[in-house]
């Protein structure tokens, strides 16, 4: 059961929420090309992704994360990779992602206009004068490769506004609601009679969920595409107070007493998930499709060699803020 860190700001733009695994393209592994230049990370068709381009944004990820958790990020581990890994990984997915959208845009003979690509280079030279003389040696970056990435993630912002006109933005109250409850869960059925038992004769919920629960939080939020069916139908049907039986899951037994029934805070910004998985859904429709026939190439040596380095003079995470500020059209 999934807890209120679900319902923090899901993120900078719609478009980066789909994230491509690893070094792919949808389905299709990007290849490896021997032959490509020092200053080269990928190329689809003829179109090229450099180390200063992709140096920005790996740059604004490490610095993105460090101040949303301030911590030493680079000294925990994410999984079976470290966070660098995490982060090198998810800058040439996104990277990928946004240049083969501006592909298929191509093909759907979506371009930028005149004054959306002077929006890019008003954009570009707010990012680059941003940037103190540590940073700009740091990624190896000029002005014109900072043009080329808004205008990439412009161009691709409006082949997802095209993809995505046509969805039902209306989402109802009761399909977004999310309740406030606290959880008891436990995995064997034995210990589900005793809880049961213990309810039934009135004892205090938090009291015989501090004894039983196995969950790893007793307090928690959640919509009804975040548990399993079984819960969901039991759950919702609670009014503030009213505590449910046991319900039968597939990993065990849930006991569930509703706190808040409607959590108007937390249903609205369900809806802004539920809204952009829709979009996400029929943008994919088209995306996923497009990408088997798209040629790709990774230079992977070039690409191992870049180390996510740790210095207290390159501190930029403006990247996207400024691209928010001038292209969010």
Known sequence: MRTD?????????????????????????????????????????????????????????????????????????????????????????????IMAMDFLAKDKEISLTKEEKDKVRKAAETYYDSLNDAEKDYMKVKRSDIEKLYARYGLANKLYTFLTQGVNDEVSDEEARVMQAYQIFVSEEEKAGEVARQLEEGADFLTVANLYNEALETEVYFGKNDVAKQVAKKAFALETDQVSGKIKADDGYYFIKCVNHYDQEKTDGNKVVILENRRKEAFDDVYQDFLEELPSEFNEKVWEKVNVEINEDVKTDNFFQVYEKYCNW
């Open 5 to 97: 860190k679900k319902w923090k700001i899901i993120g900078i733009c719609a478009l980066l929420l789909a994230c491509l695994p690893g070094c792919k393209m949808g389905d299709t592994e990007v290849v490896v090309n021997s032959n490509a230049m020092e200053n080269e990370v990928f190329k689809i068709e003829e179109e090229v992704c450099t180390l200063p381009q992709a140096r920005v944004i790996l740059t604004n990820y490490q610095n993105m994360y460090a101040t949303m958790y301030d911590i030493d990020l680079w000294e925990l581990d994410a999984g079976d990779n470290d966070l660098e890994t995490y982060v090198k990984d998810l800058t040439i997915s996104r990277l990928a992602q």
